[in-house]
Each structure stands twice: as structure tokens, then as C-alpha cells.
């Protein structure tokens, strides 16, 4: 399946930080969202093939990289208070098929 | 006007009951649709996928209509443990691929 670390992080404004995900086995494709609370998520980017293939409302200092081990990470930076929500990783063979998701990282930033 | 509307809910409902979810999307350009499940402080999980054929699988039944992009999702005999956060998924677009999902609708089914 789909995991992700850490499942709790806490940070403060300004700091920078990264979240980790490994995708299911063979799958070429890995997604992140945010999720705030009583909101469905947010698409934050999307990875084909190590290739940003899309993009969401999120500002440029939301980023991310795709690894060839089926691992990626979201780097945050400037964090601002806003920023504190569940973010969700999911995988999927190609874009537009089902996704799979891991339980999400919870950032609290205060 | 939001890409994808659900009904906002809660839906309160006894065990047994009929229940029905509807979403609309504003881009048709819109290439593939799900319905997700998501529980109090877990991840979505899949329910369905959604075809313009229909989808059924026991009690679950979806249903796409690209003419009104509307996408639907009729849940039958309602179990205590169909309680959850039910999300509408639209994949695709113009101008670089997106995923959006609904708001979610929350259901609540009681003894």
C-alpha cells in the first residue's frame, strides 16, 4: 500500500518542511492534497514519470520531487499559519486512474 | 461557482433507507469520475468508479450524465455502517491535469 512520514509534525511560521510518501508497487503516477478540517482535499500537484504533469491553486513555494524507487516527497517552505492540515499522498498506475491513498501526514504549524 | 458541487448535508437517515448523492461538475472537459469514502480521521478510500453506462456493486449503484455533468450515487438498505464522508472525484480538464473533489457529504445512518 501507500505510506507516508511522518503521521505528526509540528512546526512554526516560517520554517521549511518535507513530507515523504511511497507509492504502490509499479505505479507511475503520485498526487498530493490538503485537506483542512470538514473540507474535502485540495489538489495540490500531480507526478507522471518524475514530470510535474499538474498543478493546483498552491503557491510556488509548494513543491515536490518524484523518485525512481516509487518514493516522493512535498517540500513546504515559508510555512504560514494556513498551512497546518492533512496532507494526503496517493499513487495510481496512470493519471485519471483510481487513486490509492496513504494516511496522510497531520502539520500543525503555530 | 466551485468545480465540483455535492450537496452540502449531513444526511440523517434510519437503517434501511434510500439514500442519494448528487454532483456537479463545471468542466467538461472532465475525463474520469469516482465517488471516494472517507471515515472520521482516516484517508478516502474507494468506492466506485463512475461510467456513463451506469456502475453497480450490491447496494451501491453510480451513474455519470456528460450532458449535464452530474455524477450520482444511490446507496440502498442502508447499514450503521455506511456512516461516513462520501466524496465526488473528477479527474482531468484543460491546461494541465487536475484532480478535484466535491466538499464531501457527510451521512449518518441510525439504528
Known amino acids: ?110 | 461557482r466551485k468545480e465540483v458541487e455535492q450537496d452540502p448535508g449531513p444526511f440523517n437517515v434510519p437503517e434501511g433507507a434510500t439514500v442519494a448523492f448528487n454532483c456537479t461538475y463545471s468542466n467538461s472537459a472532465s475525463q474520469s469520475f469516482f465517488w471516494y469514502r472517507q471515515d472520521c480521521r482516516k484517508e478516502p478510500k474507494l468506492l466506485m468508479s463512475v461510467y456513463s453506462s451506469g456502475n453497480e456493486d450490491g447496494r451501491f449503484t453510480a451513474q455519470l450524465n456528460r450532458a449535464s455533468q452530474y455524477i450520482s450515487l444511490l446507496i440502498r438498505d442502508s447499514k450503521l455502517s455506511d456512516s461516513a464522508t462520501y466524496l465526488c472525484v473528477v479527474n482531468g480538464g484543460t491546461g494541465g491535469f487536475k484532480t478535484i473533489f466535491g466538499a464531501g457529504t457527510r451521512l449518518f445512518v441510525k439504528a
Open chain 1, 1 to 110: 500500500g501507500v505510506t507516508q512520514s511522518p503521521t505528526h509534525l509540528i512546526k512554526t511560521r516560517g520554517q521549511q518542511v518535507t513530507l515523504r510518501c511511497s507509492s504502490q508497487s509499479g505505479h507511475n503516477t503520485v498526487s498530493w492534497y490538503q485537506q483542512a478540517l470538514g473540507q474535502g482535499p485540495q489538489f495540490i500537484f500531480q507526478y507522471y514519470r518524475k514530470e510535474e504533469n499538474g498543478r493546483g491553486n498552491f503557491p510556488p513555494r509548494f513543491s515536490g520531487l518524484q523518485f525512481p524507487n516509487d518514493s516522493s516527497e512535498l517540500n513546504v517552505n515559508a510555512l504560514e499559519l494556513d498551512d497546518s492540515a492533512l496532507y494526503l499522498c496517493a499513487s495510481s498506475l496512470f493519471p485519471g486512474e483510481t487513486q490509492y491513498f496513504g494516511p496522510g501526514t497531520r502539520l500543525t504549524v503555530l
